[in-house]
Structures are given as structure tokens and as C-alpha cells.
């Protein structure tokens, strides 16, 4: 499968409901560049770690944007800086990322009680990235693959005072009823994943019941969208389904990609690329 161009990606994405570059006040900072160090912290009494990066672009400008990058299940931060992509894409557009490691390797999601509470742990590293880096409070994101996309679909839900926009590969879940606001929702996923099928229903407890269009239909509902999903018909493996009519300008997007298995996209499509084109239209409103 060959790369798909960036512009026809941006046409896909924008032609089917207008993005709008958002415009939030600027406040002028003193940043210093963080070249991927590896931050400690304590949340809900446990020591805690994340990688940050910092471009080193960003010196005397304004707040950066945030995002919060996870990695699957088994794996681990420094893994998932390596390849994501989102630090060299963070290094050419200027914004922050938070790689965050989970607890022996895993999220916990669906929530089970004894574990991490990793909600508070997302919510208590934006307070110490907060505190040391200069960021826009208003401009914070999540986005993972597999067990981390999992868990920032968690994130949208339980955060979203704090999250302006989720974007899950390979890992789409909806874990509602969710209180708070309508969220901005994009995700990536392959027809050919067989770890989390497209179908939904792998016997693995509660981790992947619902296929992942009922998970989308669950964001639509919780963002008050037209009922009715719409399927782009353009030729190709990539096709881009929508929800439309959300409220408060968010918007519902599944990118669904044929052939395509359990992976982080690098080649079919960027997907750290279309992660931050679609966060860039969507602060916290």
C-alpha cells in the first residue's frame, strides 16, 4: 500500500465539513527546549513516569499546544516516542508531547479498582508539564494506539474539562455515559486488525466488546450528532465516515483504512499527521 499524499488526506479531511484554524489568545513565554527526558512524578500515592519533549524551536514563543501520546499494551514510552513520529513532527509544527508510560506496561481501562487510577495520573502530569513548561490550557490532546487509544477514548470521556480533542488508533472504545461536553472524536483503524477487530467482539473481558462503528455511534450520541453516518465514496483503500451536526462545532470522523492490520500507520498514512491537523481545528471550547 503506497503513501497517500498529504493533500488529498487534507482535501478528505476538510472537504466534508469545514475546519476552521481555531485562534485562541496568545500569552507570550520564555520555553526552554526538553530534547525527550524522562520526568517523574507522584499521582494517587504511586511514582509515576513520562517522556517530555519540548521542540527546540519553541524558545519565546507563545504556549504550546500539548499532546499526550500512549503506548499499547506491553509497550512503553521511550518505545512509542520512536515510533510515533510525533516528535519530529512536534520539532517542524511547535507544539509539546507528553509520551506517557502505563503502569506495567498497561493502561488500566475499562477501569478496575486496585490499579492506577490513570485518569488522575493524565490529569496530574498536565499540572506538571503545566508547571515547568509554558502551555496553552486550551490545547491539550490525546492520542494512542491500541491499549493507549483505548485509554485516551477513556480520556475523552472523564477529562474532557481538560482534553480538547481525542484521536485513538487501533483503539477507539466508548465508555460513556460521559459527563461534560461534547468532545471532538477522529480515529484510525484497519479493516485487517485481528487484535482489535473492526468487528468488535474479541474474547478478551471487557477490553473489546462493541466494533468500532458502535463505538463511534456512542461519541456521535454523547455529541448530540445527525443520525446518520456518512461514507466518503472516493476510490481507494482510505475512506473517511462522519457523523455531521454535531453540537458546539465538535465533530465525529472514523478513518478506515482497507488492508490494513494492528499498526500505527507510518505509510499508508501519517498517522501522527493526521492526528495534529484535525487537533489544530478543535481547542477546548
Partial sequence: ????????????????????????????????????????????????????????????????????DLHGTGGDAAGRAGKSGFEALAAREGFAVATLQGEDARWNVPVVSGRADDVQYVSDVIDH?????????AR???TGFS??????????????????????VGGLRWSGPCPGRAVPVLTIHGL?????????????????????PEALAGWASHNHCQPKLVQDQRPGPLQMLRYAGCSAGTEVRLLRIDGMGHIWPRTEVDAAETAWQFFKAHPLQ
Avoid at 508539564?129 to 490550557?137: E, F, H, K, S
Avoid at 480520556?155 to 480533542?165: F, K, S, T, Y
Avoid at 468488535?200 to 466488546?209: I, L, P, S
Fill in 147 to 168: 491499549g493507549g487509544g483505548r485509554m485516551s477514548s477513556l480520556l475523552g470521556c472523564r477529562l474532557n474539562h481538560r482534553i480538547a480533542a481525542i484521536a485513538p
Fill in 192 to 212: 485487517a486488525d485481528t487484535t482489535n477487530p473492526y468487528e468488535g467482539h474479541a474474547d478478551r473481558g471487557g477490553e473489546w466488546v462493541e466494533s468500532v
Fill in 129 to 137: 508539564v503545566a508547571a515547568r513548561v509554558c502551555i496553552d490550557p
Fill in 1 to 68: 500500500m503506497h503513501l497517500f499524499p498529504a493533500l488529498a488526506l487534507m482535501s478528505l479531511l476538510c472537504t466534508l465539513s469545514p475546519l476552521t484554524q481555531a485562534q485562541t489568545p496568545a500569552s507570550a513565554c520564555s520555553l526552554a527546549p526538553v530534547a525527550g527526558e524522562m520526568r517523574e512524578l507522584t499521582s494517587g500515592g504511586r511514582t509515576r513516569t513520562y517522556r517530555l519533549f519540548v521542540p527546540p524551536a519553541a524558545a519565546g514563543r507563545t504556549a504550546l499546544p500539548l499532546i499526550f
Fill in 140 to 142: 491539550v490532546y490525546a
